[in-house]
């Protein structure tokens, strides 16, 4: 049974960090590239990062480049998603999930419970 499990949001000031986790079962990263997709209130979700273990190939949306690093760790079956410079605009409900190769990345069919990043002064 494939599932995802998303850890690490919180409340954090403008310029702080936040690291999202992701763990995943029921497979292994080599089989099925992982993202974070986010949803902030009004808006529609859109992919922020996409992440495949298998050739190490990374993709970023344009606003968050040079801000956050996705990455994986095949020992615990776990993806992260290291945010930096946060911005009030980050904030949402981020969403581990399957991706799919494209640009912009699509998600793929399997989706983490989200967990909400609030970035506020």
């Known amino acids: 049974q494939v599932q995802l499990v998303e850890s690490g949001g919180g409340l954090v000031q403008p310029g702080g960090s936040l690291r999202l986790s992701c763990a995943a079962s029921?497979?292994?990263?080599?089989?099925?590239?992982i993202g974070w997709f986010r949803q902030a209130p009004g808006k529609e979700r859109e992919v922020v990062s996409c992440?495949?273990?298998?050739?190490?190939?990374?993709w970023y949306e344009e606003s968050v480049k040079g801000r956050f690093t996705i990455s994986g760790d095949n020992s615990k079956n776990t993806v992260y998603l290291e945010m930096n410079n946060l911005k009030p605009e980050d904030t949402a409900v981020y969403y581990c999930?399957?991706?799919?190769?494209?640009?912009?990345?699509?998600?793929?069919?399997?989706w983490g419970q989200g967990t909400q990043v609030t970035v506020s002064s």
């Open positions: 029921g497979f292994t990263l080599d089989e099925y590239a």
């Open positions: 999930a399957t991706c799919g190769a494209g640009v912009p990345p699509r998600p793929t069919g399997y």
């Open positions: 992440f495949a273990n298998s050739d190490g190939s990374t």
